[in-house]
């Protein structure tokens, strides 16, 4: 079965490559028209309609999981520790998104605790983020557009037909250009250490309604091999391999990088970057960022994971976790601010971020 999953995924990527290679022909509404070169056109997006390009399957091709069905950590059968996860904590409730699952879709329009919520993931670009699901303050579900900036997924929202990048955070083509969304903290790290901060956490399965290979990647050697593109970005930084996993801070079309090899059995940084301060915490797991303001500003910070729920400490006794909440000592129940960051390939910060600056020792 595994050998067959494999093959399945190369003879997809095969594919994927061999539609994209053609001109984009739009869908036959004519929403999403091209040009004869296979661009969109030009005088209604925010970024260079010349680098859209049409990814292949389509509109809608990779269909988003609108009706997600979750696990409870104890059953989970599915997952070896090392694998990732990408997570998100609103209150008490936390859920956990499998790789495993959205590798196939990208999108997960979900409720967390009464928020509507779209989580995407691109496994191209190896990013997530989450927003709240809002279009022109109504509500909506988000879907892959079928459309690629950089390699990176754009998505669309079914409420106005729009389409968001997902790196950039807005929207760059269509009614609500110009918009970006109500952004919401998630993390990305492997499932040994998500199951151990949070055992109580749901996990979304693959109950999907949908048949796939799922467990297989979808693009073969592409997440391992550097020097293999489906569809190259305009620009490549040769300071790190194109497919290192590392973790940047993002503003003003800057971005500063850290590789988690700066964070080996833990580590803690300040830096003063974008005219913010920030805490950078993290091991070779997981690395988090916070904007850091106020009363925050004045504590000495040390990292503290020992298989629960808190993942750093301050010198005032006060316990925090992986989102930034004090969850013990003389600060509970105080939130620090979530830094504008993601986890990625390093290519796709370098196309979208040019000179990134890279965290030396």
């Known amino acids: 079965m595994k050998i067959f999953n494999y093959l399945f995924a190369i003879l997809f990527c095969l594919a994927l490559v061999d539609c994209s290679s053609s001109n984009a022909t739009g869908s036959d509404d004519g ?163 998500w199951k151990d901060a949070y055992p109580n956490s749901l996990v979304l399965n693959s109950n999907t309604g949908f048949s796939k290979p799922y467990g297989t990647y979808p693009y073969g050697p592409y997440k391992t091999s550097h020097d293999f593109f489906l569809f190259v970005p305009e620009i490549l930084n040769p300071a790190l391999p194109n497919k290192q996993r590392v973790f940047a801070l993002m503003a003003n079309n800057q971005s500063r990088v850290y590789k988690f090899s700066d964070f080996n059995n833990g580590n803690v940084l300040r830096e003063n970057f974008f005219n913010k301060n920030f805490l950078i915490v993290g091991d070779e797991n997981l690395i988090v960022a916070f904007e850091l303001n106020g009363s925050n500003s004045n504590l000495t910070f040390t990292y503290d994971f020992q298989n629960s729920e808190a993942f750093f400490k301050d010198n005032e006794g006060s316990k925090w976790n992986m989102f930034g909440e004090a969850i013990e000592g003389p600060r509970e129940g105080q939130k620090l601010t979530p830094a504008n960051s993601v986890t990625s390939m390093w290519f796709a910060i370098a196309a979208f971020f040019p000179n990134p600056t890279i965290y030396q020792e």
Request: net charge negative.
């Open 31 to 193: 929403s999403m028209g091209t040009d004869d070169d296979g661009s969109t056109p030009s005088n209604t997006w925010l970024i260079p309609s010349d680098q859209v390009r049409d990814g292949g399957p389509g509109k809608d091709g990779i269909p988003s999981i609108d009706n997600p069905m979750f696990t409870n950590v104890a059953s989970v059968n599915f997952l070896s520790d090392d694998e990732l996860i990408v997570g998100i904590k609103q209150g008490d409730v936390v859920k956990a998104y499998p790789h495993y699952v959205i590798d196939w879709h990208e999108i997960v329009n979900d409720d967390v605790n009464g928020t509507d919520m779209t989580i995407s993931y691109c496994p191209l670009t190896g990013t997530a983020f989450a927003w709240e699901s809002l279009a022109d303050s109504s509500f909506t579900t988000f879907g892959v557009s079928g459309l690629l900036y950089n390699s990176n997924l754009i998505l669309y929202d079914r409420q106005t037909d729009s389409n968001w990048s997902q790196i950039l955070q807005q929207c760059v083509n269509g009614e609500l250009i110009g918009d970006t969304p109500e952004k919401i903290m998630v993390v990305e790290t492997n499932w040994g250490t």
